[in-house]
């Protein structure tokens, strides 16, 4: 969490261990979910990865003789890196640093270098923790400048830098029978799922950092800490996934169960990368059928209302209207971009159609592009059943949903992608 403290070096070593006990808590906690062979496989290393080596990417100057566990030979050169410390516009380049260490913890586990794998481990920790801390989440503004200029500093907080208070704590984590998910087969599937995970707890930190800050202004300790804890109880549970996988991979040892969850995946809550920093720019709403931007999971009738996902489907020769859970809903002309790991997934199935109740008198052109190039489309009317799309996703690295207007009322083209799934 010492983004700053390291490209200034002005603070003591003090302040370097009061910045880094929320690490040392996350770790630790995570760890302790671990089965007994994981724990086995780490043997001594397990109590120095909490201990010592999830700090390892904060002390690359310090502790010379570890720095290249948190070097990258995509940045050749550069001994720190603030990539690992600060999430990144560019999703790819996020989805690298993970991927990077996560091969090179496994690689180093199944060569027998447990040392190496679990300071490897320890870079990852560390990412996943600093990316999910309340003081790291207004993109750009690490400081909350901006964000002081809204919430004006009571005399208490005055002049003062927020970044460590907001962050800086001295608790303990537990996520006690929290069981760890497996979240790939390969690196590049764990990786790839990592990155989601990474971004529920960015979201789930961006939460907690503006009753961190009042309650600072109040002077309310208290508050502050389980504001703090809520944050670093998600991290906790994404490092111990990221830590069970990893061992999982380095042994190529895999639960029966857990495995075969892996061989479909959900993009209904996934961010696309045109929500540049995990919300929707201005530049990607929509005005018809009313101002709104693409949502997951359901549908805002007029724009104001939350209402189930509602298509119309085939049925026994007819049409019926059926709900669905999961989804993604969305105005015309706004392209949803998603990244895939290669190699991965070779299907691609979504049913898509007019949201029942709103589309009805529209006509609506689905169209899948894979790295720019149609795979497959569908015109459906608002009366029509929705229509079931599978798609040959093997050598895509790009996947591309869009919904285009083809006339009729352009109020009612609401266009939704229900069960929008990657299957093996
Ligand atoms: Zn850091």
Same mark, same amino acid.
């Given at each position: 969490?010492?983004?700053?403290?390291?490209?200034?070096?002005?603070?003591?070593?003090?302040?370097?261990?009061?910045?880094?006990?929320?690490?040392?808590?996350?770790?630790?906690?995570?760890?302790?979910?671990?089965?007994?062979?994981?724990?086995?496989?780490?043997? &001594?290393?397990?109590?120095?990865?909490?201990?010592?080596?999830?700090?390892?990417?904060?002390?690359?100057?310090?502790?010379?003789?570890?720095?290249?566990?948190?070097?990258?030979?995509?940045?050749?050169?550069?001994?720190?890196?603030?990539?690992?410390?600060?999430?990144?516009?560019?999703?790819?380049?996020?989805?690298?640093?993970?991927?990077?260490?996560?091969?090179?913890?496994?690689? &180093?586990?199944?060569?027998?270098?447990?040392?190496?794998?679990?300071?490897?481990?320890?870079?990852?920790?560390?990412?996943?923790?600093?990316?999910?801390?309340? &003081?790291?989440?207004?993109?750009?503004?690490?400081?909350?400048?901006?964000?002081?200029?809204?919430?004006?500093?009571?005399?208490?907080?005055?002049?003062?830098?927020?970044?460590?208070?907001?962050?800086?704590?001295?608790?303990?984590?537990?996520?006690?029978?929290?069981?760890?998910?497996?979240?790939?087969?390969?690196?590049?599937?764990?990786?790839?799922?990592?990155?989601?995970?990474?971004?529920?707890?960015?979201?789930?930190?961006?939460?907690?950092?503006?009753?961190?800050?009042?309650?600072?202004?109040?002077?309310?300790?208290?508050?502050?800490?389980?504001?703090?804890?809520?944050?670093?109880?998600?991290?906790?549970?994404?490092?111990?996934?990221?830590?069970?996988?990893?061992?999982?991979?380095?042994?190529?040892?895999?639960?029966?169960?857990?495995?075969?969850?892996?061989?479909?995946?959900?993009?209904?809550?996934?961010?696309?990368?045109?929500?540049?920093?995990?919300?929707?720019?201005?530049?990607?709403?929509? &005005?018809?059928?009313?101002?709104?931007?693409?949502?997951?999971?359901?549908?805002?009738?007029?724009?104001?209302?939350?209402?189930?996902?509602?298509?119309?489907?085939?049925?026994?020769?007819?049409?019926?209207?059926?709900?669905?859970?999961?989804?993604?809903?969305?105005?015309?002309?706004?392209?949803?971009?998603?990244?895939?790991?290669?190699?991965?997934?070779?299907?691609?199935?979504?049913?898509?159609?007019?949201?029942?109740?709103?589309?009805?008198?529209?006509?609506?052109?689905?169209?899948?592009?894979?790295?720019?190039?149609?795979?497959?489309?569908?015109?459906?009317?608002?009366?029509?059943?929705?229509?079931?799309?599978?798609?040959?996703?093997?050598?895509?690295?790009?996947?591309?949903?869009?919904?285009?207007?083809?006339?009729?009322?352009?109020?009612?083209?609401?266009?939704?992608?229900?069960?929008?799934?990657?299957?093996?």
């Amino acid at each position: 969490m010492a983004v700053l403290l390291l490209c200034l070096g002005t603070f003591t070593s003090r302040h370097a261990f009061a910045w880094g006990q929320p690490h040392l808590a996350i770790t630790k906690g995570a760890l302790e979910t671990l089965p007994t062979w994981q724990r086995q496989l780490l043997g &001594s290393e397990f109590d120095l990865l909490a201990a010592k080596h999830c700090m390892i990417p904060d002390n690359v100057y310090s502790d010379k003789a570890n720095a290249k566990y948190a070097a990258m030979e995509s940045s050749p050169g550069e001994v720190y890196l603030q990539k690992l410390h600060l999430p990144q516009a560019e999703q790819v380049v996020n989805l690298e640093s993970l991927r990077y260490f996560m091969q090179k913890a496994v690689d &180093s586990i199944k060569a027998g270098h447990i040392g190496d794998a679990a300071r490897f481990m320890g870079t990852i920790c560390h990412v996943i923790e600093d990316f999910g801390s309340p &003081s790291h989440t207004v993109p750009g503004d690490n400081q909350f400048t901006l964000l002081q200029q809204f919430m004006p500093p009571t005399p208490v907080m005055e002049g003062k830098l927020l970044h460590g208070p907001i962050e800086n704590g001295d608790f303990a984590v537990s996520i006690a029978g929290y069981q760890p998910r497996l979240l790939g087969t390969t690196v590049e599937e764990a990786s790839w799922r990592l990155l989601h995970r990474v971004h529920e707890g960015i979201i789930n930190a961006r939460s907690a950092t503006v009753p961190i800050m009042q309650a600072l202004y109040a002077d309310d300790a208290v508050t502050v800490e389980k504001h703090q804890l809520r944050a670093a109880t998600k991290d906790a549970q994404v490092v111990a996934d990221a830590m069970h996988t990893i061992l999982c991979l380095g042994a190529g040892k895999f639960e029966t169960a857990a495995k075969e969850k892996c061989e479909r995946t959900g993009i209904f809550t996934f961010w696309p990368v045109e929500a540049v920093h995990l919300y929707y720019p201005q530049s990607h709403f929509f &005005s018809a059928p009313f101002w709104g931007h693409a949502s997951s999971n359901g549908v805002m009738e007029g724009g104001v209302k939350a209402v189930p996902i509602r298509l119309r489907v085939a049925d026994k020769g007819g049409v019926v209207e059926k709900a669905f859970a999961s989804g993604i809903s969305t105005g015309m002309g706004k392209a949803l971009t998603f990244h895939l790991p290669k190699g991965v997934y070779h299907r691609f199935t979504a049913i898509a159609g007019l949201q029942a109740g709103i589309g009805d008198k529209g006509r609506v052109e689905f169209i899948v592009l894979g790295d720019g190039k149609p795979l497959a489309n569908a015109v459906v009317n608002g009366t029509d059943a929705a229509h079931a799309f599978e798609c040959d996703v093997s050598a895509v690295s790009l996947l591309q949903l869009n919904a285009i207007s083809r006339g009729l009322d352009p109020k009612s083209n609401y266009a939704v992608w229900a069960e929008p799934e990657l299957i093996k």
